[in-house]
């Protein structure tokens, strides 16, 4: 165990909408019982992709005790999962993540996907 930043949800905020699991790329989070969770300290990076894209404000960075992160347990996770992967896509071209690079966003209140051809355009709206 070591102080190092993870991610931490809020469970009376989280409404179980499930936006903030496709944006961790590691695997770490899933719905448990309705709520988002952290299934394993080892496999959240802290790099906060998942942060941006909830729309009620539940998932905050903190520094705690936690097991370091892993890319071996990565790759393990990886490898369960596989069969059920549904890529991601942009909400305004439908570039798919195998096209292009898709970041979360928050775009009128809502969390979505925009890739790097289409971002540039919502910016200077």
Sequence with gaps: M????????NEELCNGCGVCIS???EGALELVDGKAKVIRDELCDGAGFCLGVCPVGALTLEVR???LFSEKAVEEMK???AGHYIPQQCN???NTEDDAYLLPIKHKGKALWACTRCLPKLIHQ
């Design 2 to 9: 070591t102080q190092r930043s993870i991610i931490h949800i």
């Design 92 to 94: 305004f071209c439908h």
């Design 65 to 67: 005790d936690s097991a």
């Design 23 to 25: 944006p961790c790329a």
């Design 79 to 81: 490898i369960k999962v």
